[in-house]
Protein backbone atom coordinates (compact mmCIF):
# COMPACT_ATOMS: atom_id res chain seq x y z
CA UNK A 1 0.00 0.00 0.00
CA UNK A 2 1.41 2.99 -1.01
CA UNK A 3 1.83 6.08 2.12
CA UNK A 4 -0.01 9.10 2.09
CA UNK A 5 2.96 11.17 0.64
CA UNK A 6 3.95 9.22 -2.31
CA UNK A 7 3.78 10.82 -5.62
CA UNK A 8 1.72 9.36 -7.70
CA UNK A 9 0.94 9.17 -11.85
CA UNK A 10 -3.00 9.07 -11.69
CA UNK A 11 -3.30 9.01 -15.57
CA UNK A 12 -1.10 7.84 -17.93
CA UNK A 13 -2.48 7.74 -21.43
CA UNK A 14 -1.30 8.33 -24.66
CA UNK A 15 -2.32 11.79 -24.89
CA UNK A 16 -2.18 13.02 -21.49
CA UNK A 17 0.03 12.63 -18.55
CA UNK A 18 -1.37 13.62 -15.21
CA UNK A 19 0.96 13.63 -11.97
CA UNK A 20 -0.16 14.51 -7.87
CA UNK A 21 2.50 15.43 -5.33
CA UNK A 22 0.65 14.85 -2.09
CA UNK A 23 1.60 16.98 1.32
CA UNK A 24 4.72 15.95 2.68
CA UNK A 25 3.56 14.53 5.51
CA UNK A 26 6.56 13.72 7.83
CA UNK A 27 8.15 16.52 7.32
CA UNK A 28 4.85 18.78 8.14
CA UNK A 29 4.19 16.63 11.10
CA UNK A 30 7.98 17.21 12.29
CA UNK A 31 7.89 21.17 12.16
CA UNK A 32 3.81 20.97 14.24
CA UNK A 33 5.59 18.72 16.49
CA UNK A 34 8.82 20.64 16.82
CA UNK A 35 6.29 24.27 17.26
CA UNK A 36 4.45 22.18 19.94
CA UNK A 37 7.60 21.36 22.19
CA UNK A 38 8.89 24.64 21.89
CA UNK A 39 5.69 26.29 22.94
CA UNK A 40 5.25 23.92 25.74
CA UNK A 41 8.92 23.37 26.88
CA UNK A 42 9.22 27.67 27.08
CA UNK A 43 5.78 28.23 28.83
CA UNK A 44 7.00 25.47 31.32
CA UNK A 45 10.62 26.98 31.82
CA UNK A 46 8.94 30.67 32.69
CA UNK A 47 6.35 29.43 35.08
CA UNK A 48 8.73 27.60 36.83
CA UNK A 49 11.00 31.47 37.47
CA UNK A 50 7.50 32.75 38.47
CA UNK A 51 7.58 35.24 35.15
CA UNK A 52 4.20 37.27 35.55
CA UNK A 53 1.60 35.46 32.96
CA UNK A 54 1.29 37.69 29.84
CA UNK A 55 5.66 36.78 29.48
CA UNK A 56 4.83 33.02 29.90
CA UNK A 57 3.71 32.97 26.61
CA UNK A 58 7.07 33.88 24.85
CA UNK A 59 7.80 30.31 23.65
CA UNK A 60 4.33 30.75 21.28
CA UNK A 61 6.00 33.53 19.33
CA UNK A 62 9.04 31.10 19.35
CA UNK A 63 7.23 28.86 18.05
CA UNK A 64 5.54 30.68 15.33
CA UNK A 65 8.04 29.78 12.44
CA UNK A 66 8.10 26.13 13.19
CA UNK A 67 4.03 26.26 12.74
CA UNK A 68 4.41 28.38 10.06
CA UNK A 69 6.62 25.85 7.92
CA UNK A 70 4.58 22.91 9.48
CA UNK A 71 0.92 24.42 7.92
CA UNK A 72 2.99 25.18 5.30
CA UNK A 73 4.68 21.79 4.61
CA UNK A 74 1.09 20.16 5.44
CA UNK A 75 -1.20 22.15 3.01
CA UNK A 76 1.53 22.38 -0.07
CA UNK A 77 0.89 20.02 -3.62
CA UNK A 78 1.59 19.98 -6.75
CA UNK A 79 -0.01 18.82 -10.38
CA UNK A 80 1.92 18.38 -13.77
CA UNK A 81 -0.47 17.70 -16.24
CA UNK A 82 1.45 16.78 -20.27
CA UNK A 83 -1.36 17.30 -22.87
CA UNK A 84 -0.36 16.69 -26.69
CA UNK A 85 -3.32 18.09 -27.88
CA UNK A 86 -2.44 21.11 -25.85
CA UNK A 87 1.10 20.84 -26.97
CA UNK A 88 1.99 22.06 -23.23
CA UNK A 89 2.79 20.84 -19.35
CA UNK A 90 1.50 22.61 -16.89
CA UNK A 91 2.75 22.43 -13.22
CA UNK A 92 0.36 23.69 -10.83
CA UNK A 93 1.52 24.46 -7.18
CA UNK A 94 -1.02 24.77 -4.71
CA UNK A 95 0.52 25.73 -0.93
CA UNK A 96 -0.71 27.91 2.37
CA UNK A 97 -0.65 31.79 0.35
CA UNK A 98 -2.49 30.40 -3.12
CA UNK A 99 -2.11 28.97 -6.05
CA UNK A 100 0.17 29.77 -9.50
CA UNK A 101 0.61 27.81 -12.61
CA UNK A 102 3.19 27.32 -15.14
CA UNK A 103 2.73 27.10 -18.25
CA UNK A 104 5.70 25.03 -20.63
CA UNK A 105 5.41 24.40 -24.23
CA UNK A 106 6.56 20.52 -25.16
CA UNK A 107 8.82 21.91 -27.73
CA UNK A 108 10.52 23.98 -25.33
CA UNK A 109 11.74 20.50 -23.01
CA UNK A 110 14.69 19.00 -23.68
CA UNK A 111 14.99 16.61 -21.27
CA UNK A 112 13.56 15.31 -17.68
CA UNK A 113 16.57 15.12 -15.38
CA UNK A 114 17.38 13.95 -12.08
CA UNK A 115 18.68 16.73 -9.78
CA UNK A 116 21.25 15.88 -6.93
CA UNK A 117 21.67 17.24 -3.82
CA UNK A 118 24.23 15.85 -0.95
CA UNK A 119 22.15 12.61 -0.10
CA UNK A 120 18.88 13.10 -2.11
CA UNK A 121 17.50 13.53 -5.82
CA UNK A 122 14.90 15.57 -7.35
CA UNK A 123 13.19 15.82 -10.60
CA UNK A 124 13.48 18.53 -12.98
CA UNK A 125 13.03 19.19 -16.37
CA UNK A 126 16.09 21.22 -18.58
CA UNK A 127 14.80 23.72 -21.26
CA UNK A 128 16.11 24.41 -24.45
CA UNK A 129 17.19 27.86 -23.28
CA UNK A 130 19.14 25.93 -20.42
CA UNK A 131 16.86 26.50 -17.23
CA UNK A 132 16.40 23.95 -14.92
CA UNK A 133 12.37 23.54 -13.77
CA UNK A 134 12.48 22.04 -10.28
CA UNK A 135 9.31 19.51 -10.12
CA UNK A 136 10.03 18.28 -6.76
CA UNK A 137 11.96 19.37 -3.34
CA UNK A 138 14.72 17.20 -2.08
CA UNK A 139 13.33 15.29 0.25
CA UNK A 140 12.89 11.28 0.27
CA UNK A 141 9.60 10.94 -0.47
CA UNK A 142 9.10 8.23 -2.20
CA UNK A 143 7.24 8.02 -6.31
CA UNK A 144 10.20 10.41 -7.69
CA UNK A 145 11.50 7.42 -9.79
CA UNK A 146 8.38 6.53 -10.69
CA UNK A 147 7.47 10.23 -11.84
CA UNK A 148 11.04 10.64 -14.06
CA UNK A 149 9.78 6.74 -15.83
CA UNK A 150 6.22 8.59 -16.75
CA UNK A 151 7.32 12.04 -18.15
CA UNK A 152 10.64 10.45 -19.92
CA UNK A 153 8.47 8.02 -21.86
CA UNK A 154 5.79 11.10 -21.95
CA UNK A 155 8.58 12.95 -23.83
CA UNK A 156 10.01 10.21 -25.78
CA UNK A 157 6.64 9.31 -27.39
CA UNK A 158 6.21 12.86 -27.76
CA UNK A 159 9.42 13.36 -29.67
CA UNK A 160 8.89 9.96 -31.38
CA UNK A 161 5.18 10.71 -32.82
CA UNK A 162 4.31 7.51 -31.40
Not at 13 to 37: H, N, S
Not at 61 to 79: E, I, R, T, Y
Not at 111 to 133: F, I, K, M, P
Amino acid sequence: MAQASTIRVLEQTRDRILIYQPPYWPFAIGFLIAALVIAVFVFVFMTLLSVRMPFRFVGCVLALPFLLFGLKAAVSQMFVRASRPEHSLTIRHAGLFGSHERVIRLDDIEAVVQLQARRSTGVGLRLGSGELVNLTGFTDQAGKSEMFAALELFLANERGGT
